[in-house]
T-cell receptor
């Protein structure tokens, strides 16, 4: 019963460094999502993938790129990290009807 | 655009107290409404949902009724437990999960 698995759980980067957040789901869901959670701002959608081979921008895509590697995996890349990207990042997936999403445990990223 | 407004927290209650967390929304059309819960160190989990006016969602003793006339979806529980301590998010969807809008979250702390 793994559900949605994110790695790493914690990360500290220096400004300008790059990194990739990994996400995998084992529920055979078509849709996958990346959110960021900031204090007082709820969750904001960064990118989503409605199906394998497609990706679309969400509310706050600037500074990020994504790859839907296959049906199971959806990665988020920061090419040049900035302090404004300090946040908690959540990956989620949902079935084709898209009414309920399952979330990973989150990645706490600090950019110094 | 769509928006969700939740009461600010934190909300601190004694065990067995009655809980209400207010949520109001702005949306065109007829959105689906959700409550998600986030326990410390974890991702979000769907708590309950309602897909049309006057529907009542319920789960684990929590209830919320979709009130179109007041554009509200308030979360209630008759007797809270320490284990209910978490952050609660109200959300709406007007067309698939990629279009979900989250509120800012309300932290609930239940003390013995």
């Amino acid at each position: 019963n793994a559900g949605v698995t994110q790695t790493p759980k914690f990360q500290v980067l220096k400004t300008g460094q790059s990194m990739t957040l990994q996400c995998a789901q084992d529920m055979n869901h078509n849709s996958m999502y990346w959110y960021r959670q900031d204090p007082g701002m709820g969750l904001r959608l960064i990118y989503y993938s409605a199906s394998e081979g497609t990706t679309d921008k969400g509310e706050v895509p600037n500074g990020y790129n994504v790859s839907r590697l296959n049906k199971r995996e959806f990665s988020l890349r920061l090419e040049s990290a900035a302090p404004s990207q300090t946040s908690v990042y959540f990956c989620a997936s949902s079935d084709i009807r898209g009414t309920e999403a399952f979330f990973g445990q989150g990645t706490r990223l600090t950019v110094v | 655009g769509n928006s969700v407004t939740q009461m600010e927290g934190p909300v601190t209650l004694s065990e067995e107290a009655f809980l209400t967390i207010n949520c109001t929304y702005t949306a065109t059309g007829y959105p689906s409404l959700f409550w998600y819960v986030q326990y410390p160190g974890e991702g979000l989990q769907l708590l309950l949902k309602a897909t049309k006016a006057d529907d009542k969602g319920s789960n684990k003793g929590f209830e919320a009724t979709y009130r179109k006339e007041t554009t509200s979806f308030h979360l209630e529980k008759g007797s809270v437990q320490v284990s209910d301590s978490a952050v609660y998010f109200c959300a709406l969807s007007d067309g698939g999960y990629q279009k979900v809008t989250f509120g800012t979250g309300t932290k609930l702390q239940v003390i013995p």
